[in-house]
């Protein structure tokens, strides 16, 4: 039991650095050009293939998530994540099934949208009519904050992680018909 306990301990330590690591990337990234000179509707895709044709062990393709924005509040936000596909469809996506799950909800959705937009304390999200009543309000945070899409930045204030607002915006992208 203890060398378990102690496995989990290293494993969030590490996964607790990496996160820390990216959120100091995505903080200190440079812009990306969004209309290239040349006109390429695809110039991100281009790029991809590009460079999946010098790296042999991406040879079964990549998925990336990668943006650049300023938030509402001024906030610049830049964020890219990739990873080769090889065994992407093999594994198992059942423990993914919570993240995208209490993005289910249009509470939520529009939760996140205020947020995002500067709303961050819990009062001034209760006083949001859409949101429901306060108890409804925590529920849907409890919710979200389980899954990782926001996280507390203070008592009764709430934030979406840097590293999640790329990806947020990009699931909201493709849900689009």
């Given at each position: 039991?203890?060398?378990e306990?102690a ?7 590490v996964?607790t650095?990496?996160v820390d690591?990216?959120?100091?990337q ?6 990306v050009?969004?209309s290239p ?5 695809f110039w991100?895709l ?10 042999p062990?991406?040879a079964?393709?990549a998925v ?8 509402p ?11 080769g596909?090889?065994g992407?469809?093999e594994t198992?996506?059942?423990e993914?099934?919570a993240a995208?799950?209490?993005l289910?909800h249009?509470?939520r ?5 205020h947020i ?10 209760a006083?949001?009519?859409?949101l429901?009543?306060?108890g ?5 945070l409890?919710q979200?904050?389980?899954a990782?899409?926001?996280?507390q930045?203070?008592?009764g ?8 607002i790329?990806p947020?915006l990009?699931?909201v992208?493709g849900?689009e018909?």
């Amino acid at each position: 039991m203890d060398d378990e306990l102690a496995a989990l301990r290293e494993a969030v330590r590490v996964l607790t650095e990496r996160v820390d690591t990216l959120d100091t990337q995505q903080q200190t990234a440079q812009a990306v050009d969004e209309s290239p000179a040349d006109g390429d509707a695809f110039w991100a895709l281009t790029g991809v293939q590009s460079r999946l044709a010098d790296a042999p062990s991406t040879a079964d393709g990549a998925v990336m998530l990668v943006g650049s924005l300023t938030l509402p509040t001024g906030a610049p936000v830049s964020w890219q994540q990739s990873v080769g596909t090889a065994g992407m469809l093999e594994t198992e996506w059942t423990e993914r099934a919570a993240a995208f799950a209490a993005l289910g909800h249009p509470v939520r959705m529009e939760l996140l949208r205020h947020i995002l937009s500067g709303v961050h304390a819990t009062a001034d999200l209760a006083s949001i009519e859409a949101l429901g009543t306060t108890g409804q309000l925590h529920h849907h945070l409890r919710q979200l904050l389980s899954a990782g899409w926001v996280r507390q930045s203070g008592r009764g204030n709430y934030e979406i992680p840097a590293a999640r607002i790329v990806p947020l915006l990009a699931c909201v992208l493709g849900a689009e018909r």
